[in-house]
């Protein structure tokens, strides 16, 4: 760093080195520290703390230090990035595209940030800009893979699956140790119902990195299919322990208790997914439907219950209820129920 001579140079140094690649531990955000510190960039140093933050998964504390940064340079186009971020994980949207289109207004050549935005605008459905904004990112660094990811994810959601593992298996072939397009990847051959494919690359993935909880649960998906009740088990336990905060293995590792006959256990497995996410059908539904089958029917109501709340527009459920107020001899309910199914339906066919 010492053909570095001023503080113009060291943020153009900064800059440079910091556009190639996300930061992704502290190796690489020291550098970029010594360099501020060496030319009292406070407003980069106080981005830096957020960014070190963001690593940790510290995000209140990070959102705190780019606020901060924004305060003291406004100009600086690193924290709104950082906050756009942050943003989007919260699914604050609008504010999370504001915050993008502001760092990329104040440096057109974001890369990063033309990807976040098409990030923000394929969780919104709007395929069409997502993909501009994934153009533009390739456009400015061709060796970006996480833009080509995004398309490989835009793809699948249009049913494009040819071009959806075309995109993905670019973004693999720029970083070989990113763990989303291959995961995207075999997603995509599940879909398309070539599960063996789907497990090998599951495999292939998780020798890469054994310490992803969500390829493990990709896994044990594909297993559960193939008829592996025992895998999927596994696997599923090994995403539990890897982050026992996501519902999704759970909700998996209750099903092949279920279809194994383990029904208590099943039951602990539906709650604890529910205990995370209260207000996600799918656990209640699951819940719902094994307490009929063991014929607790009062039990069962009470999740279904629930789970027409959250999804009031799902006549599954509405079935399963008016099965239950059958089965209890009370026909005017059933009938209500079964009735309101019906309408569900027929609107469902209608659009």
Known sequence: ??????????????????????????EEVAPLQELAVQFDLKSVMEWLSGVEEY??????????HFDTTIEMDPKLEFP????????????????????YSKAINL??????????LGNVHNYVGDFEKAMECYDKAVEI????????????????????YKESIQAFDKAIAIDKD????????????????????????????????????????????????????????????KAIKLNPDDRYPWNGKARIHEVMGQSEEALQAYQ??????????????GMGTLLKKLGRYMDALDALERCDKISPDDPYTLY????????????????????????????????
């Open 1 to 26: 760093m010492t053909n570095v001579k001023s503080p113009e140079e060291a943020l153009d140094k900064i800059r440079a080195i910091y556009h190639k690649k996300p930061l992704s531990g502290p």
């Open 55 to 64: 690593l940790d998964h510290n995000f209140e504390t990070a959102l705190n």
């Open 80 to 99: 709104w990035n950082g906050k756009a971020n942050i943003l989007a994980s919260d699914e604050e949207y609008e504010a999370a595209i504001e915050a």
């Open 107 to 116: 440096y057109p050549a974001y890369a990063f940030s033309w990807n976040g």
């Open 141 to 160: 660094n061709p060796n970006f893979s996480y833009p080509w990811n995004g398309k490989g994810n835009v793809y699948r959601s249009m049913h494009k």
């Open 178 to 237: 990113d763990l989303y397009p291959r995961n995207g990847k075999a997603n995509v051959l599940r879909i398309l119902k070539e599960t063996e494919k789907a497990l090998e690359t599951y495999k292939a993935t998780i020798a890469v990195n054994p310490d992803d909880p969500y390829t493990w649960t990709g896994m044990a998906n594909v297993q559960r299919i193939l008829g592996d009740h025992e895998g999927a088990l596994d696997a599923y336990e």
């Open 272 to 285: 604890k997914a529910a205990d995370i996410k209260p207000d996600d059908p799918m656990s209640w539904k």
């Open 320 to 351: 399963e209820r008016g099965s239950i107020y059958r089965k209890m001899g009370k026909t005017d309910d059933a009938l209500n129920c079964y009735e309101k199914a019906l309408t569900l339906n027929i609107k469902a066919e209608e659009n």
